[in-house]
């Protein structure tokens, strides 16, 4: 399975495409909505996308791990890690390989 990243570009595009805004307003828009996702979580807030699923900040403690180089033990400083849940909708349309169409609606075949 050869692996693809979809870049902040191709997302503008596609909401130019979809919604029919201009292409600025369309990369606007887009860096609108992942600036106030950015902002929600640094605050330390969940983000919920339904039919997609959640992100949110969780604090990790101080631990001690090993150089796996050398066996040496060193601590792990804490830390805030983002995490995301996929909803139970996304876990479908990636497990039954429903790669097209909007969350939610019917592809025809």
Same mark, same amino acid.
């Given at each position: 399975?050869?692996? !693809?990243?979809? $870049?902040?570009? #191709? *997302?503008?595009?596609?909401?130019?495409? &979809? /919604?029919?805004?201009? %292409?600025? &307003?369309?990369?606007? *828009?887009? &860096?609108?909505?992942?600036?106030?996702?950015?902002?929600? *979580?640094?605050?330390? #807030?969940? /983000?919920?996308?339904?039919?997609?699923?959640?992100?949110?900040?969780?604090?990790?403690?101080?631990?001690?791990?090993?150089?796996?180089? $050398?066996? &040496? #033990?060193?601590?792990?400083?804490? %830390?805030?890690?983002? /995490?995301? %849940?996929?909803?139970?909708?996304?876990?479908? %349309?990636?497990?039954?390989?429903?790669? $097209?169409?909007?969350?939610? !609606?019917?592809?025809? $075949?």
């Amino acid at each position: 399975m050869a692996e !693809r990243t979809i $870049t902040r570009a #191709e *997302l503008s595009e596609a909401v130019y495409q &979809e /919604v029919g805004l201009s %292409r600025n &307003e369309s990369a606007d *828009l887009l &860096e609108l909505v992942l600036s106030e996702i950015s902002n929600a *979580l640094a605050k330390g #807030e969940s /983000v919920k996308i339904s039919s997609f699923g959640s992100f949110s900040v969780r604090s990790k403690g101080e631990r001690l791990g090993r150089n796996p180089k $050398t066996g &040496e #033990e060193v601590p792990i400083m804490p %830390r805030k890690v983002m /995490v995301f %849940r996929p909803s139970q909708l996304l876990k479908n %349309r990636i497990n039954h390989g429903h790669a $097209t169409g909007a969350p939610g !609606r019917k592809t025809s $075949t």
